[in-house]
């Protein structure tokens, strides 16, 4: 199975500010890599697929990139919104396997 | 407004069996493949069982093959989980997701089953 290894865990920011996330698998998913927002009384919303495609609805804040083995998820000029819990996913074979989470908290 | 209802949750013992559900709203149920995805208290998603639209092809996580059962009534709109032989490992917030391409675009808001005596 393709490990996937997230990073940091943990992130404290403040609106207005960029953050990145990293999410690394243990061998070369091509670009197939989501990005997952979890809420408390929401249901998981798709971001990103294919590496840097934003899904419809996704704001233009968001961005993804990466290849191969390395991604990155970068929230630029942070919104109250979105504080949440962010999972990484590799699409590109079965079993589709998850990132542990980053949890963004408000500093 | 597409959406995924689970229900079927619930407390059972260690070896018991429960049936999850999980009716679709607002698409065209019988156009995609279906997921099972878990997530145990205080751990990360596992992927747990994918379904083709047509229920020709079915993969399971190797930690509930043999156990557990993904199938579909596409004239009812709705995905089903059998799990059989249930663990105190198998405890999780169970969520039903629309399989778009090889990406989960559409998720259910979960329901939660607890293995224990």
């Known amino acids: 199975d393709v490990q996937m290894t997230q990073s940091p865990s943990y992130l404290a920011a403040s609106p207005g500010e960029s953050v990145s996330i990293s999410c690394k698998a243990s061998?070369?998913?091509?670009?197939?890599l989501a990005w997952y927002q979890e809420k408390p009384g929401k249901t998981n919303k798709l971001l990103i697929y294919?590496?840097?495609t934003l899904q419809s609805g996704t704001p233009s804040r968001f961005s993804g990139s990466g290849s191969g083995t390395d991604f990155t998820l970068t929230i630029r000029s942070l919104e109250p919104e979105d504080f949440a819990v962010y999972y990484c996913?590799?699409?590109?074979?079965?079993?589709?396997?998850f990132g542990a989470g980053t949890k963004l908290e408000l500093k | 407004e597409v959406q995924l209802v689970e229900s079927g949750g619930g407390l059972v013992q260690p070896g018991r069996s429960l049936k999850l559900s999980c009716v679709a709203s607002?698409?065209?149920?019988?156009?995609?493949?279906m997921n099972w995805i878990r997530q145990a208290p205080g751990k990360g998603l596992e992927w747990v069982a994918y379904?083709?639209?047509?229920?020709?092809?079915?993969y399971y996580a190797e930690t509930v093959k043999g156990r557990f059962t993904i199938s579909r009534d596409n004239a009812k709109n709705t995905l089903y989980l059998q799990m059989t032989s249930l663990r105190s490992e198998d405890t999780a917030l169970y969520y039903c997701?629309?399989?778009?391409?090889?990406?989960?675009?559409?998720w259910g808001q979960g329901v939660m089953v607890t293995v224990s005596s």
């Open positions: 061998k070369s998913i091509n670009t197939y």
């Open positions: 607002g698409f065209t149920f019988s156009n995609y493949g």
């Open positions: 996913q590799q699409h590109n074979e079965y079993p589709h396997t």
């Open positions: 379904i083709s639209s047509g229920s020709s092809y079915i």
């Open positions: 997701a629309r399989l778009r391409r090889t990406y989960f675009d559409y």
């Open positions: 294919s590496g840097s």
